[in-house]
């Protein structure tokens, strides 16, 4: 049977896949990936949307020359469900997805916050202090052995620093300090985001805390050195929603479209928590920033974020849509946005009125889940690799694409398989250029019933290497390069 790449993968391997062509002689950390393993259960029940498939693991660790399994160019690749509450209740039948599907679940997400937070973390893999954490949109991340992905237990907010009932599942590290910035929201009378950071060693601390009359679902936000960008679309919540009596939609089906409100842009200081500016640019929604950095001695911030048509891009991931190649609006586009701060900075008024937005798009190509690399995270970028969509969709990403925001040219890769995945850039430790390094992504060969990753070449996009793996996995989210996680360790 062709898989849609929305089936359900039962099996937990742990396999040493050949490689055909070169692996780079210094490629030698590990690849993790997270994202919905299985999305029907064994008692016959099943979630509505991509979203809320159960967590699983992916780990491909790097073995050029092959010295941990004696001879060739390997990739030794494991994977496994996360063992959390959700996982539980989806054996038992009781799985209501959190996101999407559903009817209780924004009630039981804030209600449940402080004793049981929702704990699907299908998202992001990333590491904070010395441990591995797998990430949503919870305050609960789900701490994982990365060598053997064993679920070591929920990772909470400790320390005094304040937290929400929900989270930006994508935290952003600024590598000059390698504190790890978190944006949590906070419902109540008056509703506040949280700004707060892990140091490297692990511990939590408040940078800021922004008011929002009502508050907008936000999957990701922008760090610069000096700042912290909160964009605050007009997909909103009204809190007092989850007061009301009686029946509830799902999580996502709470927020309301409110395009009259703009998208309010606050810019952050990352040293006082001030807003030095908040303009009110067009309504927008998405859910990735790119990157983001600083020009003009920090009097302007830049950031690339990938801008949907608009949060039906939500309704258009719901399984019954996607496994019927109705995907009209999940194409996205960066588009680059600068905030001249004007007289703003240095002061700490809130709500300065002299900030005024800039957007230029940086190319017409149809992107989804578009990265940059972690080399130049804070710094100006000038690269931005993504899965390559048409509009409107009607089939998954054919292609990995990359976007140069210098030239406006885009290079494209699309052989060997019939979808791929979101493209993790990894920089050459001894590299010039940006793009010195490969570009590592998952797609699925439809006939084989196999995914492959691919080992990209990161200027030509030219395949430098692949492995199969012994099964097709699900379309998956995101992954991070580990490069501390080797073979000799992993094996
Ligand atoms: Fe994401």
């Given at each position: 049977m062709a898989h849609s790449g929305f089936h359900s993968l039962r099996?937990?391997?742990?396999?040493?896949?050949?490689?055909?062509?070169?692996?780079?002689d210094w490629l030698r950390g590990s690849l993790i990936r997270n994202g919905p393993g299985a999305f029907s259960f064994p008692d016959g029940s099943a979630v509505d949307h991509w979203f809320d498939g159960l967590a699983m693991l992916y780990r491909f660790t790097f073995d050029p020359g092959g010295r941990a399994s004696g001879g060739g160019d390997a990739v030794h690749y494991r994977n496994r469900f996360l063992r959390t509450d959700a996982y539980e209740a989806a054996r038992s039948g009781e799985f209501d997805g959190g996101f999407a599907t559903g009817e209780t679940t924004l009630r039981s997400r804030l209600a449940g916050f402080l004793t049981a937070p929702y704990d699907n973390a299908n998202i992001v893999a990333e590491r904070v202090g010395d441990r591995y954490v797998a990430l949503t949109e919870s305050p609960r991340g789900v701490g994982f052995d990365p060598n053997t992905l064993a679920t070591t237990?929920?990772?909470?907010r400790e320390g005094d620093a304040p937290s929400g009932q929900l989270s930006c599942a994508h935290f952003k590290r600024d590598p000059a300090t390698g504190a790890l910035v978190t944006l949590d929201t906070e419902f109540g009378r008056t509703s506040r985001y949280h700004v707060t950071a892990w140091t490297p060693?692990?511990?939590?601390?408040?940078?800021?805390?922004?008011?929002?009359e009502k508050p907008a679902y936000m999957h990701s936000f922008a760090l610069t050195p000096r700042y912290v960008v909160v964009t605050e679309f007009p997909l909103r919540l009204d809190p007092r929603r989850f007061l009301r009596p009686g029946r509830q939609a799902p999580f996502i089906e709470q927020f309301e479209w409110e395009p009259d409100r703009g998208t309010r842009i606050a810019v952050v200081d990352r040293t006082t928590g001030a807003v030095v500016a908040e303009p009110v640019t067009e309504p927008l929604f998405g859910f990735h920033h790119v990157n983001a950095f600083e020009r003009a001695g920090g009097s302007e911030v830049v950031f690339d974020f990938e801008t949907v048509p608009d949060a039906t891009a939500i309704d258009s991931l719901y399984l019954e849509t996607v496994r019927a190649g109705e995907m009209g609006a999940i194409a996205g586009r960066v588009d680059r946005f600068a905030v001249d701060l004007g007289g703003a900075v240095g002061t700490d008024r809130y709500g300065a009125a002299e900030a005024t937005v800039s957007r230029e798009r940086l190319s017409d190509e149809g992107t989804a889940l578009p990265t940059a690399s972690p080399a130049r995270w804070c710094r100006e970028h000038r690269y931005v690799y993504a899965m390559g969509m048409d509009a409107p969709v009607t089939e998954w990403a054919r292609r990995v694409v990359k976007l140069d925001a210098e030239t406006g040219v885009t290079r494209t890769f699309g052989d060997g398989a019939d979808y791929f995945g979101e493209p993790v850039f990894v920089p050459a430790p001894d590299?010039?250029?940006?793009?010195?390094?490969?570009?590592?992504?998952?797609?699925?060969?439809?006939?084989?019933?196999?995914?492959?990753?691919?080992?990209?070449?990161g200027e030509t996009l030219a395949e430098r290497a692949r492995a199969t793996l012994p099964h097709a996995a699900p379309f998956d989210f995101h992954g991070r390069y580990?490069?501390?996680?080797?073979?000799?360790a992993a094996e």
């Amino acid at each position: 049977m062709a898989h849609s790449g929305f089936h359900s993968l039962r099996e937990e391997t742990a396999a040493s896949l050949p490689v055909t062509g070169d692996l780079p002689d210094w490629l030698r950390g590990s690849l993790i990936r997270n994202g919905p393993g299985a999305f029907s259960f064994p008692d016959g029940s099943a979630v509505d949307h991509w979203f809320d498939g159960l967590a699983m693991l992916y780990r491909f660790t790097f073995d050029p020359g092959g010295r941990a399994s004696g001879g060739g160019d390997a990739v030794h690749y494991r994977n496994r469900f996360l063992r959390t509450d959700a996982y539980e209740a989806a054996r038992s039948g009781e799985f209501d997805g959190g996101f999407a599907t559903g009817e209780t679940t924004l009630r039981s997400r804030l209600a449940g916050f402080l004793t049981a937070p929702y704990d699907n973390a299908n998202i992001v893999a990333e590491r904070v202090g010395d441990r591995y954490v797998a990430l949503t949109e919870s305050p609960r991340g789900v701490g994982f052995d990365p060598n053997t992905l064993a679920t070591t237990g929920p990772v909470d907010r400790e320390g005094d620093a304040p937290s929400g009932q929900l989270s930006c599942a994508h935290f952003k590290r600024d590598p000059a300090t390698g504190a790890l910035v978190t944006l949590d929201t906070e419902f109540g009378r008056t509703s506040r985001y949280h700004v707060t950071a892990w140091t490297p060693s692990g511990d939590r601390r408040h940078v800021a805390t922004v008011p929002t009359e009502k508050p907008a679902y936000m999957h990701s936000f922008a760090l610069t050195p000096r700042y912290v960008v909160v964009t605050e679309f007009p997909l909103r919540l009204d809190p007092r929603r989850f007061l009301r009596p009686g029946r509830q939609a799902p999580f996502i089906e709470q927020f309301e479209w409110e395009p009259d409100r703009g998208t309010r842009i606050a810019v952050v200081d990352r040293t006082t928590g001030a807003v030095v500016a908040e303009p009110v640019t067009e309504p927008l929604f998405g859910f990735h920033h790119v990157n983001a950095f600083e020009r003009a001695g920090g009097s302007e911030v830049v950031f690339d974020f990938e801008t949907v048509p608009d949060a039906t891009a939500i309704d258009s991931l719901y399984l019954e849509t996607v496994r019927a190649g109705e995907m009209g609006a999940i194409a996205g586009r960066v588009d680059r946005f600068a905030v001249d701060l004007g007289g703003a900075v240095g002061t700490d008024r809130y709500g300065a009125a002299e900030a005024t937005v800039s957007r230029e798009r940086l190319s017409d190509e149809g992107t989804a889940l578009p990265t940059a690399s972690p080399a130049r995270w804070c710094r100006e970028h000038r690269y931005v690799y993504a899965m390559g969509m048409d509009a409107p969709v009607t089939e998954w990403a054919r292609r990995v694409v990359k976007l140069d925001a210098e030239t406006g040219v885009t290079r494209t890769f699309g052989d060997g398989a019939d979808y791929f995945g979101e493209p993790v850039f990894v920089p050459a430790p001894d590299g010039d250029d940006e793009d010195d390094g490969v570009v590592l992504t998952i797609a699925l060969d439809v006939d084989a019933d196999r995914s492959r990753l691919f080992v990209l070449d990161g200027e030509t996009l030219a395949e430098r290497a692949r492995a199969t793996l012994p099964h097709a996995a699900p379309f998956d989210f995101h992954g991070r390069y580990f490069p501390e996680l080797r073979a000799a360790a992993a094996e």
